[in-house]
């Protein structure tokens, strides 16, 4: 009897034996699976943590610092100041312009495009850079940095040529291909004095386009040179008077609107509007450049501003 | 009868510029109406070449353009050019 317990007992420690054995083993596989399962995910997550991920992460860090700093240029040919002769019915895009736009981003795109009509519509492919011009083609809700930030990229591409006239001041030409049966070149007088800057060089034909189409100041404009105002014995060209008188009619018109208040100056706004309406018709308003020009006369007239050749001789 | 329709047309080619010029808030979208009121004005006077153009007509003109030149002056103010 106590010998068959005694076997009775071996095979049951025994089996007890084999089933623990069984249970690690079984624990011991799973547990090599969940860490199997485990160990991708983690080497994924790891991975861009590590050394491959930063890769990608600084090229894609330093691609835009990169093309802020260098734009690929796809224009070679310079920007030439022009002025169209015909009002065409239709505004062409030349193949090789097509070409070209193709390859800009989308907000460049849709900048040159604007400009380009914008060029059509004005009769000229130049003006001064600013938040008149921004309104002119219609993106009065981009900021002026990020309209300032697009001519320049536009500049670097080569479709546009960018002058700074004055700290403050920087003038466009657009690249347009010229097309003699409706485009006249901008003629560029070389100056005979010792100091040809580059931006005065270039604003000469503009202030001279600008003269050509305001009646009042061109015609006074005809004589001489003079002295600028509180620089005595500094010689002035007559272009560089007329941008002084400019200036000065900008800041007497300026102070004007300090002195009647911001209100009533809305107020003469208005009853210049109904004015240039009434005397030079409803086509005249609907004209930006024109209108411009009318408005700047009314303010010289309501306040008293002196005209050009008054102005002038109080300079010489 | 045809003339009616035409006449209703035409009106209502001023009238959606009259409408138009309720949303309008810069000088750039003003200019574009500017010019639909000017290319109205000439369809209508191309279409009655000699013939009178109708009061009702008319008076629909010149009530858009007296809103065009009030909205004008209500707009921001036109950059000089100086």
New interface residues.
Partial sequence: MGLIKEITKAITDKAKEEVLLYIKKAVDADAKKKAEAAAPAITEESKPAETPAPAPEKQADTKPEEQDETVLRINDDKAVRLTFTTRADSIVISRDLAGMLQMLSYEEFALYLKLYFFSFSQKKNYGYVGNSLRRSIGLDEMTPKQFGKLINMLGDRGLLEVLQVSDTQSTFTLFVPFDETCMKKVEEKPRPDKKPLPPKKETKPQVQEEIKSEPKLPERMESGGGTPPGRAGMEMDEDQLVKSYRTFISLEIDKAKMRVGRSNFDKIYMEAVKYIDKKYGFKVLSDSEKFKEYLTQYYISAFDIPSYEQWRKTKV | MLLDMDQKVLMKTVADIEIKLLTCK????W?IL??K??EAEEKIKDFYKKKPIPQELQDALDKV?LQ???K???L???????
Avoid at chain 2, 26 to 29: H, I, K, Q
């Fill in positions: 810069s000088n750039f979208f200019e500017a010019k009121y000017d353009r065009l030149v009030i004008k002056g209500d921001p103010h036109e950059d000089l050019l100086v």
